[in-house]
């Protein structure tokens, strides 16, 4: 897969206020299916219960459309459409939008990305409150053919399910779903700290959960695949978010419950602050053996090395992404 990350935008005073309103109604579908997508179970319950025939009627043609296959044809026409809507305005609602690459300083392609041939695995921090970063990256032109692995139950909400399929290729996070994509000889993307790092997310520190997710680092040695870290640099300034209590809202997050309370731009909170300036880099990648059974020791040793990667590429490229003067005092935060 070769990659090309030529998506550099203008600043602020460069993009018109129609491109700014198209991209902030580009950002709320996606939060508000989001949202809806986390109610669903709960909508359905209600309207078995009471026997709202309506509201499961309107339910329907989503399920539908969500789980049905695609010809290519309305693949190409109708996602076709929405993807390239989405693409040009969706980054326009931030003050900046940057995805740029180690090893080039215009944002080309390294030689290992150059291989078509290579099997990579994307992982990208933080989550965010509301992943901000992640959603940008999955509708970029360079990550068409990466298959983005979501929470499970969102991959399985016909309303989430339907809005992934039009702008890329979604997937689900859970286990056996990745290898079997794995198998198939896919690359991936996955948000390894999950809802932890949606909770631990602050507007003064960069935080990411990591130091217990050695899963992807396992997958990664079973298949021999490279990993590639990617941060994204200035989620964090996307929703300010209730700080503390991390003791009993990290346990509600071990059982798939979200605990974070974002809020985001001050006339509508669920949209993030549009002061916020992203600037996402993908690291260089990181080739790991092929161990069909690794072992405990193996998968802890390449989860060190994986961090430390992690690291250097924060401290690399954090006076481009903060300035030299804000960087001096930014440090990442390792839960």
């Known amino acids: 897969m070769k990659l090309n990350y030529s998506h550099h935008l203008r600043p602020l005073a460069g993009v018109t206020f129609t491109e700014r309103t198209l991209g902030g109604i580009s950002i709320g579908v996606f939060v508000?299916?989001?949202?809806?997508?986390?109610?669903?179970?709960?909508?359905?319950?209600?309207?078995?219960?009471?026997?709202?025939?309506?509201?499961?009627?309107?339910?329907?043609?989503?399920?539908?459309m969500a789980y049905v296959p695609w010809s290519d044809s309305f693949s190409d026409q109708v996602g076709g459409v929405i993807q390239r809507f989405y693409r040009y305005y969706a980054p326009r609602h931030f003050r900046r939008c940057h995805v740029v690459e180690e090893g080039s300083s215009k944002g080309g392609t390294t030689a290992v990305a150059d291989k078509a041939s290579t099997q990579t695995f994307y992982a990208v921090h933080p989550h965010g409150a509301l992943c901000m970063g992640w959603n940008i990256l999955y509708n970029h032109e360079a990550f068409d053919s990466v298959?983005?692995?979501?929470?499970?139950?969102?991959?399985?909400?016909?309303?989430?399910?339907?809005?992934?399929?039009?702008?890329?290729?979604?997937?689900?996070?859970?286990?056996?779903?990745?290898?079997?994509?794995?198998?198939?000889?896919?690359?991936?993307?996955?948000?390894?700290?999950?809802?932890?790092?949606?909770?631990?997310?602050?507007?003064?520190?960069?935080?990411?959960?990591?130091?217990?997710?050695?899963?992807?680092?396992?997958?990664?040695?079973?298949?021999?695949?490279?990993?590639?870290?990617?941060?994204?640099?200035?989620?964090?300034?996307?929703?300010?978010?209730?700080?503390?209590?991390?003791?009993?809202r990290l346990a509600l997050n071990r059982y798939s419950i979200p605990a974070a309370l974002p809020w985001g731009w001050s006339w509508l909170p669920l949209l993030p602050k549009t002061n916020a300036a992203l600037y996402i880099v993908v690291g260089e990648p990181i080739i790991l053996p092929q161990i069909d059974d690794p072992s405990k020791d193996q998968v802890n040793l390449w989860h060190e090395k994986y961090m430390a990667a992690l690291i250097k590429l924060y401290e690399t490229h954090k006076d481009a992404a903060y300035g030299s003067d804000n960087a001096k005092s930014m440090k990442l935060e390792i839960w």
């Open 32 to 64: 508000l299916i989001f949202f809806l997508s986390v109610a669903f179970p709960f909508l359905c319950l209600y309207g078995v219960s009471s026997k709202n025939l309506s509201l499961l009627a309107v339910f329907a043609p989503f399920t539908l």
């Open 147 to 248: 298959r983005f692995c979501f929470a499970p139950y969102l991959y399985l909400s016909p309303f989430f399910r339907l809005f992934s399929r039009l702008l890329g290729r979604p997937g689900s996070a859970s286990k056996s779903y990745m290898i079997s994509y794995l198998k198939l000889g896919e690359s991936l993307a996955l948000l390894p700290g999950g809802f932890e790092d949606a909770t631990l997310t602050s507007l003064h520190q960069d935080r990411i959960f990591i130091r217990k997710r050695t899963g992807f680092i396992r997958l990664c040695l079973m298949f021999g695949v490279a990993v590639r870290p990617v941060y994204v640099f200035g989620e964090k300034d996307c929703y300010w978010n209730m700080q503390g209590g991390w003791k009993w």
